[in-house]
């Protein structure tokens, strides 16, 4: 078996409404004119109310990695983490550059603990989001 996350069988589901948003603000390190995008979404305690848990505890210590489709490989890259909020909720900035191959991106739970990702969390083309 795998490793387990911090929660047992708390079934914690990275929502499907993350989506990409582009920013007009210009990118620190990039050059004039580049853009940001935002990974924006929400992750939901799936067992919570059922075993009697609290959301907020379950979200302690998780992450939300942005990875990407590197080229024509069937490869994710990690291109962003970002943290999650009390409520699952999470905004991750993204560099625009990374959004050009057009490969599609995913976002994924990670436990802070193995800094790997969650059981289950693995891309798909279900939970696959474009970008235009």
Same mark, same amino acid.
């Given at each position: 078996?795998?490793?387990?996350?911090?929660?047992?069988? #708390? &079934?914690?589901?990275? %929502?499907?409404? *993350?989506?990409? =948003? +582009? $920013? #007009? &603000?210009?990118?620190? %390190?990039?050059? *004039?004119?580049? =853009? +940001? $995008?935002?990974?924006?979404?929400? %992750?939901?305690?799936?067992?919570?109310?059922?075993?009697?848990?609290?959301?907020? %505890?379950?979200?302690?210590?998780?992450?939300?990695?942005?990875?990407?489709?590197?080229?024509?490989?069937?490869?994710?890259?990690?291109?962003?983490?970002?943290?999650?909020?009390?409520?699952?909720?999470?905004?991750?900035?993204?560099?625009?550059?990374?959004?050009?191959?057009?490969?599609?991106?995913?976002?994924?739970?990670?436990?802070?603990?193995?800094?790997?990702?969650?059981?289950?969390?693995?891309?798909?083309?279900?939970?696959?989001?474009?970008?235009?």
């Amino acid at each position: 078996m795998g490793a387990r996350w911090p929660l047992h069988d #708390a &079934a914690l589901m990275l %929502a499907v409404v *993350a989506v990409v =948003t +582009t $920013a #007009a &603000a210009a990118a620190a %390190a990039g050059s *004039a004119g580049e =853009t +940001t $995008a935002v990974v924006v979404g929400a %992750a939901k305690c799936g067992d919570c109310g059922r075993k009697n848990m609290d959301a907020e %505890a379950a979200f302690k210590g998780l992450k939300v990695a942005i990875k990407c489709k590197n080229g024509s490989s069937d490869e994710y890259e990690s291109k962003a983490v970002g943290d999650l909020d009390g409520t699952g909720a999470f905004a991750v900035p993204l560099d625009a550059g990374v959004l050009r191959g057009g490969g599609g991106c995913v976002a994924q739970l990670h436990s802070a603990a193995s800094n790997g990702p969650c059981p289950g969390q693995e891309p798909s083309r279900d939970n696959m989001y474009g970008y235009g």
